[in-house]
């Protein structure tokens, strides 16, 4: 009888055990996304009021990819009108290509990183601070940094302001 209740005790721990390390590890692979944010705009001119105004916008289609990566982020998403960014970790600065209804701009990103410590079972995750960002105007009016640091909450980073 006293062996049954030591192997019931036993198991339970084990089984208990085994799921709080499962909730752990799922807690610490959600809290170390970290990606800029980057909503798009557009001043249009109110013909009421003769000023202009700015408004949210939506393109048709969307595509994004990293610049000097192999990977496409946004393949000719339609109507949306913000989008999340990775910044490589590694370096100081990212770049990527957006493509606006087949009209191509290439934004970088020039930040600091930073890791920030979680606990000792999640280890650090990586954090930045824009500094700057550069485009090359072609769709892209300007560029407006809104939240300049980028941590695991997700903000509104980055204004993208288009030509009309």
């Known amino acids: 009888m006293k062996t049954k209740h030591i192997t019931f005790l036993f198991t339970t721990?084990?089984?208990f055990g085994l799921a709080s390390c499962n909730n752990m590890d799922e807690t610490c692979r959600k809290t170390k996304t970290v990606l800029m944010g980057a909503k798009f705009y557009q001043d249009t001119l109110n013909v009421k009021?003769?000023?202009?105004?700015?408004?949210?916008?939506?393109?048709?289609?969307?595509?994004?990819?990293?610049?000097?990566?192999?990977s496409i982020l946004y393949n000719k998403k339609e109507n949306?009108?913000?989008?999340?960014?990775?910044?490589?970790?590694?370096?100081?600065?990212?770049?990527?290509?957006?493509g606006f209804n087949e009209k191509y701009d290439t934004i970088t990103v020039v930040y600091q990183n930073a890791n920030d410590y979680?606990?000792?079972e999640c280890g650090c995750v990586p954090t930045h601070t824009i500094d700057t960002v550069l485009t090359t105007n072609h769709v892209i009016d300007k560029i407006k940094i809104s939240q300049p640091n980028i941590n695991?909450?997700?903000?509104?980073?980055?204004?993208?302001?288009l030509v009309k």
Request: a positive charge; glycine letters at 6%.
């Open 80 to 98: 949306i009108g913000e989008i999340k960014l990775p910044l490589n970790k590694l370096k100081k600065q990212s770049s990527f290509s957006i």
């Open 13 to 15: 721990l084990v089984v």
């Open 118 to 120: 979680l606990s000792l």
């Open 152 to 161: 695991t909450t997700y903000v509104e980073n980055i204004k993208i302001y």
């Open 49 to 70: 009021t003769n000023q202009y105004v700015t408004l949210s916008y939506t393109p048709k289609t969307l595509t994004a990819k990293g610049v000097g990566v192999d």
